[in-house]
């Protein structure tokens, strides 16, 4: 249960400093696939950590309202992706006690306050998990797909047992 919700935590909080993180689906513009084309800088076909961090650094700043370093709840909240632009931000329901639920979450120190620093740790962790081949890059192969459970890793092996 706790690594769901981890995993949980940590899609809405690249999600909030990066957007694009449901499932994989390079052509639509949306989800992991949108996530691929928004990050991979030098157009390679794999996202590094270098160009996730920079992604999720400007994300970042684009979500620091009033430029203190820092993201309060409303902040988090606004910078998550709508699915229409004129859609208000989430502050009620499932979602929202989610959201919440992430940015306690992220909030390391627990201070009320998502740092870039911590942003970067959360976005860090979640990097690592995609990273199924360890190879330090996370290619289309390795982003989410959508269906149950969200499994990453190449598409022509199952999900790991649990150990």
């Known amino acids: ?14 999600a909030a400093c990066a957007p694009g993180m449901a499932q994989s689906d390079p052509t639509s513009g949306r989800g992991a696939g949108r996530m691929l084309q928004e990050m991979d800088a030098n157009r390679d076909g ?19 309202a009033n430029r203190d370093n820092a993201l309060t709840m409303d902040e988090f909240r606004n910078a998550m992706p709508r699915r229409r632009a004129d859609a208000p931000a989430p502050t009620d329901g499932r979602f929202a006690r989610m959201l919440e639920m992430r ?4 909030d390391q120190n627990g201070d009320g306050r998502v740092t870039l620093d911590e942003a970067q740790a959360t976005a860090s962790a979640f990097f ?13 192969d390795e982003l989410p797909r959508r269906g149950r459970g969200m499994h990453h890793g190449p598409r022509d092996q199952a999900p790991a047992a649990p150990g």
């Open 46 to 64: 794999r996202i590094t950590q270098q160009e996730m961090q920079a992604r999720v650094a400007q994300r970042f700043a684009e979500a620091d």
């Open 103 to 106: 940015f306690r979450m992220t």
């Open 1 to 14: 249960m706790y690594t769901k919700l981890s995993a949980l935590a940590l899609t809405a909080t690249l």
């Open 128 to 140: 690592r998990g995609m990273d199924a081949n360890g190879d330090g890059a996370v290619s289309q």
